[in-house]
């Protein structure tokens, strides 16, 4: 997936926030109860919903308040810590827009992950000089940044190396395969690093041939995200403006593209070959 905003960090801002905060926590030997105590809620007023906010925190599910950071930091004796930690995450949510911080949160919290695309390699399979090349793209961007965004985008990658990581499913056009992008080095490197992922446990590859005369994912890249923790998710990619949307007939409509693209794909042993014969073309 691409688009011309520069990738964010590994963890969105909320989730690195509860990390600490939960972090700070465990420190200071306290319960979330005791902490919703500490937080100036009279014994008498805590509920589970109290304690339900901060768990929600913990897990990046809920953004924190300034007044919520200060008063932590100060119950848990974090010396400032917590709450320069919540300015710096709020900063760093200022850098991207806000479709592009929601779906790194997606992608921590999902359980599978489903994606169509139609005219490059998805970020979650790119090598580091795809990336660059991808990047580089963009009108106006600094090599700084380039370089931020490479890193940050191969940070990402590493949920499908967690022990509990999401399931990957991608149907991939096969002209993506054939698209020059930077040169013929990196079109060689990225179609090995394809077939490599064939052999992941939880990456499922499928190509989409040009035979298939099927006009469903012509309008756009698409990412279906499901879980435990998340309802089920699209998140919709055109070139000036990606949405992120939970509606349900919305996300309906998307499964359905989805179903369509897969059932006309190519099966695994035939896509790896596909992409074997393919790669022969950038050597």
Known sequence: MENAEQEPALKAPSIDFGI???EYRKLAAKRQKELAVMLGWSVSK???W???KISMIERGERRADEDFARAADTALGAGGGLLTRWRETVEQAGRFSIWLAQLVEIEQRADMLRAWEPLIIPGMLQTEQYARAIFRGRPGITPDVVEQSVEARM???????RENGPTLWVVLDEGVLTRPVGN???MAGQLAHLAAMDGHPRVHLRLLPHDAWLTTGMQGAFVLASGSEI????????ITL????AEPSRVLDVKSRY????GEALPRRASLQLIEEKAKRWK
């Open 20 to 22: 600490h905060l939960r």
């Open 259 to 262: 179903e369509m693209l897969h």
């Open 184 to 186: 013929e080095g990196i």
């Open 155 to 161: 940070n990402r990658q590493r949920i499908l190396e």
């Open 242 to 245: 990606s949405q992120i949307t």
């Open 231 to 238: 309802p089920d998710t699209a998140y919709i990619e055109s």
């Open 50 to 52: 109290s304690v339900s």
């Open 46 to 48: 805590i509920s589970m």
